[in-house]
């Protein structure tokens, strides 16, 4: 990799062109992909995407007034100091992602003006890389305008109602899955071990395994079942992970009474905790999957009785 210190102007002018080159097609990737869901950034990034083009119009110009017509092909990865990049197209398309990258892409290209024309001796070449400079630096202020005239209100609303939708097919629903799971499926395992032992530290046991378990369980079951591509539903070892967690919490909630001594004590806030595990998932069902109080709390009652009822059977009997 070459130092930027032992750059030429000529190679400077083909470095920048690269440079904007390479943010003119983020940024229409950037819309591309928030087009559908977020139409309003999009607008943003096509109008930012069309700026970088004309930076990169009067580069080429003023380079083959200089220079001629070949354009060295000079790469931000084949010269030290600049933060190395995720690839785009691995990156999540999520909102606020996109627009903090979008800030960190004019920053860097701004110092890169700034330094470059400290360094440069030619008058020409340094009018044009301060000018750019200072239109990077001012790029912000630009997004803004651009996004007070695209993003009104109405546009600003359907923009957060779209990120809630993605965040609750993201992160909620394998989340909410999980802590049900969690929550519903270890109480027969718990219980039935409490009742048919009597000693506290079984019980623990079982329900640690089989929290843990299931928490593995369904993380696997979670990442694989799809790749998100065509659902919406985000990338699938995220949603794996959430699943799996929430999965492994939502039994070991009603396991760690068991780790007191007294079987009594220890069932009494056993109980408890179940009570406010049941309460949760209704509270999380009716706060992001608009299901009614009542029916997501009868529901989530129902199912919790029914098996907490099945685990003090067959461990009494």
């Given at each position: 990799m070459r130092t930027f210190e032992s750059l030429t102007a000529r190679e400077i002018l083909a470095l920048a062109i690269s440079l904007e080159e390479e943010d003119e097609r983020i940024y229409a990737d950037f819309a591309e992909g928030m087009r559908q869901d977020f139409p309003g950034t999009a607008t943003m990034f096509d109008g930012m995407r069309e700026e970088e083009s004309g930076h990169r119009r009067r580069l080429i110009e003023l380079y083959q007034l200089k220079f001629g017509e070949?354009?060295?092909?000079?790469?931000?990865?084949?010269?030290?100091?600049?933060?190395?990049?995720?690839?785009?197209?691995?990156?999540?398309?999520?909102?606020?992602?996109?627009?903090?990258?979008?800030?960190?892409?004019?920053?860097?290209?701004?110092?890169?003006?700034?330094k470059a024309a400290a360094r440069t001796e030619d008058a020409s070449i340094r009018q044009l890389l301060n000018d750019l400079a200072q239109e990077e630096r001012s790029h912000e202020h630009r997004a803004e305008e651009i996004t007070k005239e695209n993003l009104g209100p109405a546009a600003r609303g359907e923009e957060e109602a779209a990120n809630r939708k993605l965040f609750v097919l993201q992160i909620v629903q394998p989340g909410?899955?999980?802590?049900?799971?969690?929550?519903?499926?270890?109480?027969?395992?718990?219980?039935?071990?409490?009742?048919?032992?009597?000693?506290?530290?079984?019980?623990?046991?079982?329900?640690l395994a089989a929290s843990i378990g299931a928490g593995i369980s369904m993380g696997f079951a979670e990442a694989l079942s799809d790749d998100g591509s065509l659902t919406g539903r985000g990338h699938p070892w995220v949603r794996g992970v959430v699943c799996g967690l929430m999965t492994a919490l939502g039994g070991i909630g009603h396991t760690l009474p068991f780790l007191l001594a007294n079987f009594q004590v220890a069932f009494g806030v056993a109980v408890a905790v179940v009570l406010i595990e049941l309460a949760l998932i209704a509270w999380i069902r009716h706060r992001f999957m608009d299901s009614p109080w009542l029916s997501a709390t009868m529901q989530v009652i129902l199912g919790g009785t029914l098996v907490f009822i099945a685990g003090v059977w067959i461990g009494s009997s």
């Open positions: 070949h354009i060295p092909l000079i790469r931000r990865n084949d010269v030290k100091g600049f933060v190395q990049r995720r690839p785009i197209w691995l990156s999540p398309m999520r909102l606020d992602a996109v627009r903090k990258e979008a800030a960190s892409l004019e920053v860097e290209t701004r110092r890169f003006y700034e909410l899955a999980g802590l049900m799971d969690g929550s519903v499926s270890t109480l027969a395992p718990v219980f039935a071990a409490a009742f048919a032992t009597r000693n506290t530290h079984t019980a623990f046991a079982v329900g």
